[in-house]
T-cell receptor
Framework: DQQVKQNSPSLSVQEGRISILNCDYTNSMFDYFLWYKKYPAEGPTFLISISSIKDKNEDGRFTVFLNKSAKHLSLHIVPSQPGDSAVYFCAASERTYKYIFGTGTRLKVLA | KAGVTQTPRYLIKTRGQQVTLSCSPISGHRSVSWYQQTPGQGLQFLFEYFSETQRNKGNFPGRFSGRQFSNSRSEMNVSTLELGDSALYLC?????????????????FGNGTRLTVT
């Protein structure tokens, strides 16, 4: 049972435009959500997080939105840059340090 | 501050053998987690240790085991290797301490150990 789903395996966006990566979850007890970026041959790098008590969190070009009623979160990257090309993972946990990860979305930013 | 260090970076083993992977967390971090990444499966949680105690465990067979030392360094062992164990094994550390309430310190990952079983 995949509790965290990233239904788009890949996404292509023009440089300078907005990238929107989506993530759906099924467990309503998840209370903390993370986004990671991963380059080949490297470990995932933490980008941004959000607690279930919030619906938005911003950090520079990255904004995460959480819609608890829809069990949906999204990561917005504005403006997108070629260096953002990577695989993005969302993750969620239920008050523990056990995180459930999605299968990832490969973002390609076209110059 | 040095990041999470995993050794070795690459391993090639034969079916039936066993393997031990090592992880040194970020200085001061006491929570260490292990994940398996395979193509199409994302990151699958193996286990999490805090102060030498396993706090959480994923759905992996008993061939997968781990431990944590008093200096927070951790090792992961896989016995009787199978072809399907070929994967990238990632270690992550966190500054979090007790039960996680609301927001807390995120996971910081190492670059992983690429295990190939032939």
């Amino acid at each position: 049972d995949q509790q965290v789903k990233q239904n788009s395996p890949s996404l292509s966006v023009q440089e300078g435009r907005i990238s929107i990566l989506n993530c759906d979850y099924t467990n309503s007890m998840f209370d903390y959500f993370l986004w990671y970026k991963k380059y080949p041959a490297e470990g995932p790098t933490f980008l941004i997080s959000i607690s279930s008590i919030k619906d938005k969190n911003e950090d520079g070009r990255f904004t995460v939105f959480l819609n608890k009623s829809a069990k949906h979160l999204s990561l917005h990257i504005v403006p997108s840059q070629p260096g953002d090309s990577a695989v993005y993972f969302c993750a969620a946990s239920e008050r523990t340090y056990k995180y459930i990860f999605g299968t990832g979305t490969r973002l390609k930013v076209l110059a | 501050k040095a990041g999470v260090t995993q050794t070795p970076r690459y391993l090639i083993k034969t079916r039936g053998q066993q393997v031990t992977l090592s992880c040194s967390p970020i200085s001061g971090h006491r929570s260490v987690s292990w994940y398996q990444q395979t193509p199409g499966q994302g990151l699958q949680f193996l286990f999490e240790y805090f102060s030498e105690t396993q706090r959480n465990k994923g759905n992996f067979p008993g061939r997968f085991s781990g431990r944590q030392f008093s200096n927070s360094r951790s090792e992961m062992n896989v016995s009787t290797l199978e072809l399907g164990d070929s994967a990238l094994y990632l270690c992550a550390s966190s500054a979090g301490t007790g039960v996680r309430l609301g927001t807390n310190s995120p996971l910081h990952f190492g670059n992983g150990t690429r295990l190939t079983v032939t």
